[in-house]
């Protein structure tokens, strides 16, 4: 079974809208984190936001939020106000503790329109 | 900040050719990685090290081995290229063993095998 599930292989928002990028997860262990990296057309992998599963509150980094539902297993990246610079490649990913690895997903490209 | 270098941004061999990839940090990481990044895929782990010396397999791990002679540098071999591991290569870095480690990418090396 996949660990890390991506729903939505691409996405369109208009530019200064929220978009909501999909993530659900399979784990039977108690503790794991999950990760959200932005990979723009340049190939580098931009580290945007992380919850811990123990974490009582949804994460947050500027426009960048995390809806975790622990219950359903998911953990949905939310970007508010979209710019045109936040169009690249979002993966998903989890660590379980152990190993050490991050497991990825599949990736959602986001287009933001003028 | 973290810097992790890669020997080549792009690189073009042949089939049957030995290639070497590099990955040099210089952070003090423990642990360091192998990926692999193919349209529709994510990233998927080929192998990883967690001190010198040390190495475990990864997902994919068939057709490459990997070396860590010094704790700054992670190098993957590919004994006979052949031209399905035509890929992106994304080499990371993490502290420690906890959950929250966030993992430092390169730049990724662009292999084609021809």
């Known amino acids: 079974a996949q660990k890390i599930t991506q729903t939505q292989p691409g996405m369109f928002v208009q530019e200064k809208e929220a978009v909501t990028l999909d993530c659900t997860y399979d784990t039977s262990d108690p503790s794991y984190g999950l990760f959200w990296y932005k990979q723009p057309s340049s190939g580098e992998m931009i580290f945007l936001i992380y919850?811990?599963?123990?974490?009582?509150q949804n994460a947050t980094e500027g426009r960048y939020s995390l809806n975790f539902q622990k219950a359903r297993k998911s953990a949905n990246l939310v970007i508010s106000a979209s710019q045109l610079g936040d169009s690249a490649m979002y993966f998903c990913?989890?660590?379980?503790?152990?190993?050490?690895?991050?497991?990825f997903g599949s990736g959602t490209q986001l287009t933001v329109l003028p | 900040d973290v810097k992790v270098t890669q020997s080549s941004r792009y690189l073009v061999k042949r089939t049957g050719e030995k290639v070497f990839l590099e990955c040099v940090q210089d952070m003090d990481h423990e642990n360091m990685f192998w990926y692999r990044q193919d349209p529709g895929l994510g990233l998927r782990l080929i192998y990883f090290s967690y001190d010198v010396k040390m190495k475990e397999k990864g997902d994919i791990p068939e057709g490459y081995s990997v070396s860590r002679e010094k704790k700054e540098r992670f190098s993957l071999i590919l004994e006979s290229a052949s031209t399905n591991q035509t890929s992106m290569y994304l080499c990371a870095t993490a502290r420690g063993q906890g959950a929250f480690n966030e993992q430092f990418f390169g730049p990724g090396t662009r292999l084609t095998v021809l």
């Open positions: 990913a989890m660590r379980e503790i152990p190993p050490r690895q991050l497991t």
């Open positions: 919850q811990g599963s123990y974490d009582q």
